[in-house]
Each structure stands twice: as C-alpha cells, then as structure tokens.
Antibody, heavy 115, light 107 residues
C-alpha cells in the first residue's frame, strides 16, 4: 500500500507563505492524483486542491488565489504552497492520493500561523 | 457553493445498527464517499462510489446514495466503531466537498 509523509515548518508567521512537502513511497508520483486536505483544530475537513500526474491542478475556489501544488518526480514528492497566511490557516495539513475520493493519507502535520 | 449537511452526533447501543445521513442538493447524482476518523488519527476511507468498500473494511459498513441523501449504515456496531465520520462528494461542477462530520457514540 502507498505511504505518504508530510514535512515542513510547524510555525509560520502571518502574511508569509506556508510550504509543505509530501514524500510518497510504494507508488510513483507519475501516476495517480495527489491532493492536499486540511483540518483546523477541533473542526472538519477542508479540501485544498489536487494535481494530476502531469502537473495539472485544481483548487478549492476559496483558496485558489493563494494555493499552488507542484510535483517533483525526481524525488517522488509533491508540494503545497499557501501564500499570505493568517491565523485562519492554522490546521493539520494532510496529503493524500486521489481526486474523487482519498484512498491513502499521510499522518498529517500541524501548522500554526502565529507571530 | 455546494454544501453537505450531517447531524453533529449520533448515538447507538452496541450490537445495534447506526445510520448517519449526509444531505445535499441532488447528492444522488454525484459520487459520495465516507471516512472514519478516530482521535489523533488520519481519516480512513470506508465507502467510495456510494457503496463500495475498500479492501480491509469490515462488511458491517455499507453505504447508499439517492435523491438528496447519502447514508452510511453500520450494522452490529462495535465499541471500536466510535469515531467521527465525514461524508464527501465529488462531481465535475462542485469538485470536492466534505460534510461537517458526525460524532458516533457507542453506549
């Protein structure tokens, strides 16, 4: 089964850019769809966006202007960048496989936005 | 924007059947799926494409989707099933949407 692991800073300052990486094992980044989902503390899940295997992306309209997802096939990784963050972006961020539904998930990483 | 509505909480006695609903406009025309999330853990896909179970998911979990409502049914509920459950829908116009989540209590 595919395994995913998120990595990145746990603390980001307001107005700066949040950057996370997901390392994939047990499967090739050149196949499938790759997604990011977040969950504010004590709240529900929110889809951020996905990239297909060619790098074509689609995003939640509420985040579209601030989010980018990119693939690094040489490292079998994909990344999320979210610009101009505020405290409302504080959440556990998950990477996952899939587009219509999400079969495999990373363990999640908490990102706190605070000065 | 498209919204999915779930009851905040559902309670069930051990061994009984639990039903968790997910409502949205014409939800039956979209693909629906369900996730189980236990405290401190990542969500786990338990139903996809309305009623299919991934390998390793017990047969007591089943799903249906028709009209404006998708339903997750847990037959013979066990204490280990206590968790938060999220529905999620997809179609080409709304893309991905999650419901607000339902806390299942087994008591």
């Amino acid at each position: 089964q595919m395994q995913l692991q998120e990595s990145g800073p746990g603390l980001v300052k307001p107005s700066e850019t949040l950057s996370l990486t997901c390392t994939v094992s047990g499967g090739s980044i050149s196949s499938y769809y790759w997604s990011w989902i977040r969950q504010p503390p004590g709240k529900g899940l929110e889809w951020i966006g996905y990239s297909d295997y060619s790098g074509s992306t689609n995003f939640n309209p509420s985040l579209k202007s601030r989010a980018t997802i990119s693939l690094d096939t040489s490292k079998n990784q994909f990344s999320l960048k979210l610009s101009s963050v505020t405290a409302a972006d504080t959440a556990v961020y998950y990477c996952a496989t899939g587009m219509y539904y999400f079969e495999s998930w990373g363990q999640g990483t908490l990102v706190t936005v605070s000065s | 924007s498209y919204e999915l509505t779930q009851p905040p909480s559902v309670s069930v006695s051990p061994g009984q059947t639990a039903s968790i609903t997910c409502s949205g406009d014409k939800l039956g025309s979209k693909f629906a799926c369900w996730y189980q999330q236990k405290p401190g853990q990542s969500p786990v896909l338990i139903i996809y494409q309305d009623n299919k179970r991934p390998s390793g998911i017990p047969e007591r979990f089943s799903g249906s989707n028709s009209g404006n409502t998708a339903t997750l049914t847990i037959s013979g509920t066990q204490a280990m099933d206590e968790a938060d459950f999220y529905c999620q829908a997809w179609d080409s116009s709304t893309e991905v949407v999650f419901g607000g989540g339902t806390k299942l209590t087994v008591l």
